[in-house]
């Protein structure tokens, strides 16, 4: 079914630009503080571009909010902790996620915030310019906002992707699950955004958790799921589930290089 649902959306994506999947992309991800766009911050962005269907640079960068004049303090510290109470528990129970950030890992290892979101919106930018795809899990729901939040905030700058240029491999696990397809006058962005919205009992789509041992990525790439939730790595899962779809709709899935 999964094929089925990424061939269709290729199907519909602007005939002048992709006829089918892309071998050029670039894979975005980012950590926060919480789920709130307006107050949480982004703690880590990372990205993985591709070339030819194979990584070239994987990174990211961990940014440090403990010395910025506009954050309070208090609540930082406050928010870290209660998150990672969230993610790591739920009922009182192990949910086996780690939440890899704490106040003094944050000071201690992060860097200025305005000049990373600055580097990485410059780059974005050129991307664009250049017609580059993105990837990105749960990507217009999540990461495009609050980048375009953190953006606006942070560096009084403007920036959206387009309703056509952002691949959710999120949304298309979601849909593939419920088999929901593209209406007639979708895009991209209003195809993640209505699939987001649906309340599907028994649907998940989870990277970590789910897509990475449905599709067998750790074992067939010899991945560590430890790392799981850095932005860089959690990028490097995205391209490999990626390309395994690209050989589910009847693309060729090519063996990621060493990186």
Not at 140 to 166: M, P, S
Not at 175 to 191: G, I, L
Not at 230 to 237: E, I, K, Q, S
Request: some cysteine; overall charge neutral; charged content about 25%.
């Amino acid at each position: 079914m999964i094929g089925l649902t990424m061939n269709r959306l290729f199907d519909f994506i602007g005939k002048d630009r992709f006829r089918s999947f892309p071998h050029d992309y670039l894979v975005l991800d980012i950590e926060t503080t919480g789920l709130c766009p307006e107050t949480d911050l982004i703690w880590q962005v990372g990205h993985c571009l591709v070339t030819g269907s194979k990584p070239v640079d994987r990174g990211g960068a961990l940014l440090d909010w403990t010395r910025h004049k506009k954050i309070d303090q208090g609540w930082l510290k406050q928010r870290l902790i209660d998150t990672k109470q969230q993610v790591e528990f739920r009922d009182g129970r192990p949910t086996g996620k780690t939440y890899h950030i704490n106040y003094q890992k944050m000071r201690a290892e992060g860097v200025d915030p305005e000049p990373v979101l600055a580097s990485y919106l410059k780059w974005l930018r050129e991307a664009h310019e250049d017609k580059l795809f993105f990837v990105a899990h749960n990507g217009y729901n999540f990461d495009a906002v609050r980048l375009a939040g953190h953006f606006k905030r942070f560096l009084k700058e403007d920036w959206a992707f387009d309703d056509w240029e952002l691949f959710d491999t999120g949304m298309v696990e979601k849909a593939s699950q419920a088999m929901m397809y593209p209406r007639s006058d979708d895009t991209m962005r209003s195809f993640s955004e209505y699939v987001g919205s649906a309340r599907l009992r028994g649907v998940r789509w989870a990277l970590d958790v789910w897509c990475v041992p449905r599709y067998g990525l750790a074992e067939k790439h010899g991945l560590d799921m430890n790392a799981a939730h850095d932005a860089g790595f959690d990028c490097y899962l995205c391209h490999l589930l990626f390309e395994h779809w690209r050989g589910l709709a009847g693309g060729q899935a090519k063996k990621p290089a060493a990186t």
